[in-house]
């Protein structure tokens, strides 16, 4: 089965300053996906950043990218020019694209970075 | 289109209660997800359909636990003879297609079982 790994359950950067989230994980497959989620204090999970296994490019949105270490098996997200509004807690998901075991609608997450900004 | 609803937002219940919520998931999204997500953890994987069809449930779904989706629209999980461990933010997602783009999220029903 696949697992999710954040090593750091908290962060803090300041503000306008770069931060760095880890996240590793561990598959068999070769293909699939991985998704950064944020989730603000009592409001509503947001995707971030996406990444397909198979592209070698990393993802990038704006002031957030990626380093995707497949060999590593490791999805590290970065955040430049912090802002005070990405205060969150971050979550790592892996998605198979296979129906392995049957898990085709199980989108798997880690246990989440909580990233606080200073002003 | 306001994204996945859920309702409601607060639930208080006593121990051995049923409780039911509702998801309505954005209306061009054929698949609708269930996650469970406890104070400290990542969200937990329950259970998802595809339009009215439930294909797939987590062992984390017991007995007590049942969810629907009728004619492919809104869903609802029921936990009947709730227990303490049943304390928990419960998480609607929904997709379109498989969710290889990733899962739109509610913003949770949260369930205290005194």
């Known amino acids: 089965a696949q697992t999710v790994t954040q090593s750091q359950p908290e962060m803090s950067v300041q503000e306008a300053e770069t931060v760095t989230l880890s996240c590793t994980y561990d598959t068999s497959e070769s293909d699939y996906y991985l998704f950064w989620y944020k989730q603000p204090p009592s409001r509503q999970m947001i995707l971030v950043i996406r990444q397909e296994a198979y592209k070698q490019q990393n993802a990038t949105e704006n002031r957030f990218s990626v380093n995707f270490q497949k060999a590593a098996k490791s999805f590290s997200l970065k955040i430049s020019d912090s802002q005070l509004g990405d205060a969150a807690m971050y979550f790592c998901a892996y998605r198979s694209v296979l129906n392995y075991g049957g898990s085709q609608g199980n989108l798997i997450f880690g246990k989440g970075t909580k990233l606080s900004v200073k002003p | 289109d306001t994204g996945v609803s859920q309702d409601p937002r607060h639930k208080i219940t006593k121990r051995g209660q049923n409780v039911t919520f509702r998801c309505d998931p954005i209306s061009e999204h054929n698949r609708l997800y269930w996650y469970r997500q406890t104070l400290g953890q990542g969200p937990e994987f329950l259970t998802y359909?595809?339009?009215?069809?439930?294909?797939?449930k987590s062992r984390l779904l017991s007995d007590r636990f049942s969810a629907e989706r009728p004619k492919g629209s809104f869903s609802t999980l029921e936990i009947q003879r709730t227990e303490q461990g049943d304390s928990a933010m419960y998480l609607c997602?929904?997709?379109f297609g498989q969710g290889h783009y990733g899962y739109t999220f509610g913003s949770g029903t949260r369930l205290t079982v005194v």
């Open positions: 359909f595809q339009n009215e069809a439930q294909l797939e």
């Open positions: 997602a929904s997709s």
